[in-house]
């Protein structure tokens, strides 16, 4: 009976494996049947495999290759240095009691012998992971913002204890459960997490639970929380302000989901200012999901429409050089005929198309910033002291 049941445990584990090779891009599915591996009530081994008996059912552990190292240790590094267990412990945890000279000599002889402290051990004695979680957000339409964002992180985080896991979210519908996850295994010390809506249920979990988090992007949550976001009030005014300064009259927000608070920001501040000015405005809101194609061919339809705008705001890059190159396409001068303002998060939109005027977020700054504020989270520090705004950047082409 036990072989039996051993048996359809092994042939499901193989029709786990044969799923993932046919559905490599279906994480989802395959997350599902590996949960569903652990808990098969697996039935103790036969009593050949028990006793050591024989068979061919066993297999043999093969010996460490001869001359093959130990991992460090701090027993190692100890022995390297001459000093005790508890100097060389206090230095690598950056004991600002020790001297200058000790904790150098430590630090050389740690990077000699390549010692990487033992997670499950430090978790064990201090109960932290050493690690932060970005929950990364799998829609952004910026060119290179979790590039940019990633370097700035890890930028941040170098020569620190801490080290950093993503995870990424393949659509936009604030689910909670990575961020559940990690509070629930406790698989990181603090998280950072983007593209908030403006009653996002991922920072009430994290409130909730009371665990440290920064999330680039503010909400409307009256509990105060650490975050760091762009001014994008200001993006959209300052954009607004310049086309009226060079003679528009009938202006267009191009800008994508409408789901996150940012998008409600820019959207307010556009008309405001719009209407302080006493220009028309309209708003087309592309949601995340159509075309590059189809952005081009809607740009081509408003370049001979009746009622097409003297100035464009786009809120993106990549939606920008498709609503470019279709008013290219229909015989618009971009820059003269249209005048034209995107944000910018690298330098593709003016390497193609330089005659364009861009507002510039810095999201390698914006990573720095969300890890500082994070690790501050982290020491205790309260959340009110921990909210900053980025400032837009223009960059006027004439």
């Known amino acids: 009976m036990q072989f039996r049941r051993t048996h359809r445990v092994f042939t499901f584990t193989f029709s786990v494996l044969r799923d993932i090779h046919r559905h490599r891009q279906a994480f989802d599915h395959v997350a599902i049947h590996i949960v569903s591996l652990q808990i098969l009530d697996i039935p103790s081994a036969p009593a ?15 010996p460490p290759a001869p001359g093959a190292t130990k991992r460090a240790t701090l027993k190692t590094i100890a022995e390297l240095t001459g000093l005790s267990l508890s100097t060389v412990s206090l230095s690598l945890r950056g004991g600002t009691t020790l001297k200058e000279e000790t904790r150098r000599k430590v630090a050389e002889a740690a990077a000699s012998v390549g010692y990487v402290p033992d997670r499950a051990g430090v978790r064990l004695r201090t109960g932290k992971t050493n690690v932060i979680a970005l929950v990364l ?70 409130m909730d639970s009371d665990f440290p988090f920064v999330s680039h992007g ?23 302000e310049r086309l009226v300064a060079k003679g528009c009259s009938n202006l267009m927000l191009l800008i994508g989901d409408d789901r996150t608070n940012n998008y409600h920001n820019i959207v307010t501040a556009f008309e405001r200012t719009a209407a302080r000015l006493k220009v028309e405005t309209r708003v087309m809101d592309h949601s995340t999901g159509i075309t590059a194609a ?18 464009i705001v786009c809120g993106g890059e990549m939606r920008a050089i498709s609503v470019v190159a279709g008013l290219t396409a229909a015989g618009a001068k971009v820059g003269k005929d249209i005048q034209f303002i995107s944000k910018q998060t690298s330098d593709i939109l003016w390497s193609l198309f330089p005659q364009v005027d861009t507002i510039e977020e810095d999201v390698y700054a914006a990573g720095l910033e969300l890890t500082r504020l994070l690790l501050r989270r982290i020491e205790g520090e309260p959340a009110e002291t921990l909210q900053t705004l980025a400032e837009p950047i223009p960059h006027w082409r004439d």
């Not at 050949?48 to 093969?62: E, I, L, Q």
């Not at 189809?294 to 100035?311: H, V």
């Open 48 to 62: 050949h495999v028990r006793t050591g008996m024989p068979s061919k059912m066993t297999k043999t552990r093969t």
């Open 137 to 206: 957000d799998g829609a952004e339409d910026s060119i290179d913002f979790s590039r940019y964002l990633i370097q700035g992180i890890g930028h941040a985080i170098k020569g620190t204890r801490y080290h950093l896991t993503v995870i990424p979210e393949f659509a936009r519908n604030y689910s909670v459960d990575s961020v559940r996850y990690i509070l629930d295994n406790r698989t990181a010390d603090g998280v950072i997490i983007t593209h908030t809506g403006a009653r996002d249920p991922r920072v009430k979990l994290l």
């Open 294 to 311: 189809d952005t081009r061919a809607f740009a081509q339809e408003l370049a001979n429409g009746p009622n097409r705008p003297d100035g």
């Open 218 to 240: 503010r909400t409307e949550f009256f509990t105060p929380h650490p975050y760091h976001d762009f001014h994008s009030e200001l993006f959209a005014e300052m954009a607004v």
